[in-house]
């Protein structure tokens, strides 16, 4: 893929690309909001299982 290419493929994404809405938007933010959330809960899940495991002393 040369770079003339690549520029008339991205000036063409730029022409369909479009601003979200307030409820596309909004909806977004709900979806990275609870993905973070269920990533932190199963690394603090694991770190519960650590501890637990290495009799209560926090593993460095």
Do not use: N, Q
């Not at 409820?23 to 932190?40: Q, R, V």
């Amino acid at each position: 893929m040369g770079l003339r290419s690549f520029l008339k493929s991205s000036a063409r994404l730029l022409r369909l690309a479009k601003k979200p809405g307030r409820s596309e938007l909004w909806l977004s933010i709900k979806i990275c909001f609870l993905g973070t959330a269920a990533i932190g809960g199963v690394g603090f899940i694991i770190r519960l299982i650590s501890m637990a495991l290495h009799g209560g002393t926090p593993t460095e």
